[in-house]
Nanobody
Framework: QVQLVESGGGLVQAGASLRLSCAASGLTVSNYVMGWFRQAPGKGREFVAGISWSGRSTDYANSVKDRFAISRDNAKNTVDLQMNSLKLEDTAVYYC?????????????????WGQGTQVTVSS
């Protein structure tokens, strides 16, 4: 049974940093395309960052490029999202996702496995 469990969310002020972690069980992250998505109230789920199964390719939404970084720890079987210079518009529930394939997937429908999400709230 596959489980993805996100952690690390919280309430921070604008300009601060947070590090989210996605712990996987039932799958090996180094064999999967891993992605981070977010969903703000009243909005659809949007792609934030992704990493290919090989780790050689990463991709980011334009809105977070140069501020966020996705990484993978194969020994811990986790995928992290380092978020720096947080802005009010980064407030959302952040989800981890996984699926098999090549490259990095940007669309939610391309992922079979999802975590329950972790809330990130950025205040002024």
């Amino acid at each position: 049974q596959v489980q993805l469990v996100e952690s690390g969310g919280g309430l921070v002020q604008a300009g601060a940093s947070l590090r989210l972690s996605c712990a996987a069980s039932g799958l090996t992250v180094s064999n999967y395309v891993m992605g981070w998505f977010r969903q703000a109230p009243g909005k659809g789920r949007e792609f934030v960052a992704g990493i290919s199964w090989s780790g050689r390719s990463t991709d980011y939404a334009n809105s977070v490029k140069d501020r966020f970084a996705i990484s993978r720890d194969n020994a811990k079987n986790t995928v992290d999202l380092q978020m720096n210079s947080l802005k009010l518009e980064d407030t959302a529930v952040y989800y981890c996702a996984a699926d098999r394939g090549f490259g990095v997937f940007r669309r939610p429908g391309e992922y079979d496995y999802w975590g329950q999400g972790t809330q990130v709230t950025v205040s002024s």
